[in-house]
T-cell receptor
Framework: EPEVTQTPSHQVTQMGQEVILRCVPI?????FYWYRQILGQKVEFLVS????????KSEIFDDQFSVERPDGSNFTLKIRSTKLEDSAMYFC?????????????FGPGTRLTVL | AQSVTQPDIHITVSEGASLELRCNYS??????LFWYVQSPGQGLQLLLK??????LVQGIKGFEAEFKRSQSSFNLRKPSVHWSDAAEYFC???????????FGAGTRLFVKA
């Protein structure tokens, strides 16, 4: 069964460093998402991406964040200058193209630790 | 505003007892509804989903949920809980034509012997 994959599973970085989190969505999906879950809290929407542009973003997704689909298979989330409060689990998700299909398939997550 | 409410932060049930986790949503039309389970340090596993049709949906691991439009609810149930069901449960809502899923705050389930 096709699945969303994410790398790395765990990333440790120093405050102020740039990180790139990578995701490979399901191959025929057209909608892509990033979510964040701070330890012990709920899953929060960050951004959605369709047709090579951002469709919607939350207030969390400020200028420090960016997304890209560099090569038609990967979908990346970049944090330019990490802060301690960016420590969280980051989930990628993708969705098919059907108009009635609103199920998002989630990846296993990348745990980001900012020291 | 779109929102999902899970009024119980945590619930403790005895193994073998029945379970009901509550979820209410706020939206003007029929949403897409999901329940996910998350074990500590793990990802999200989809238990079940409701898009349309029969309002009682069956999921994996013996879970079911019922959509009640009049109450804007989508409660999760299981007739007999197993110790391995101990985890965090998230109700989530997707919106027609929307680009995101809104998650509730979660309910942590504890199972006692």
């Amino acid at each position: 069964e096709p699945e969303v994959t994410q790398t790395p599973s765990h990333q440790v970085t120093q405050m102020g460093q740039e990180v790139i989190l990578r995701c490979v969505p399901i191959s025929n999906h057209l909608y892509f998402y990033w979510y964040r879950q701070i330890l012990g809290q709920k899953v929060e929407f960050l951004v959605s991406f369709y047709n090579n542009e951002i469709s919607e973003k939350s207030e969390i997704f400020d200028d420090q964040f960016s997304v890209e689909r560099p090569d038609g298979s990967n979908f990346t989330l970049k944090i330019r200058s990490t802060k301690l409060e960016d420590s969280a689990m980051y989930f990628c998700a993708s969705r098919g193209s059907g108009s009635s299909d609103n199920e998002q398939f989630f990846g296993p997550g990348t745990r980001l630790t900012v020291l | 505003a779109q929102s999902v409410t899970q009024p119980d932060i945590h619930i403790t049930v005895s193994e073998g007892a029945s379970l009901e986790l509550r979820c209410n949503y706020s939206y003007g039309a029929t949403p897409y509804l999901f329940w996910y389970v998350q074990s500590p340090g793990q990802g999200l596993q989809l238990l079940l989903k409701y898009f349309s049709g029969d309002t009682l949906v069956q999921g994996i691991k013996g879970f079911e949920a019922e959509f009640k439009r009049s109450q804007s609810s989508f409660n999760l149930r299981k007739p007999s809980v197993h110790w391995s069901d101990a985890a965090e449960y998230f109700c989530a809502v997707g919106y027609t034509g929307g680009f995101k899923t809104i998650f509730g705050a979660g309910t942590r389930l504890f199972v006692k012997a």
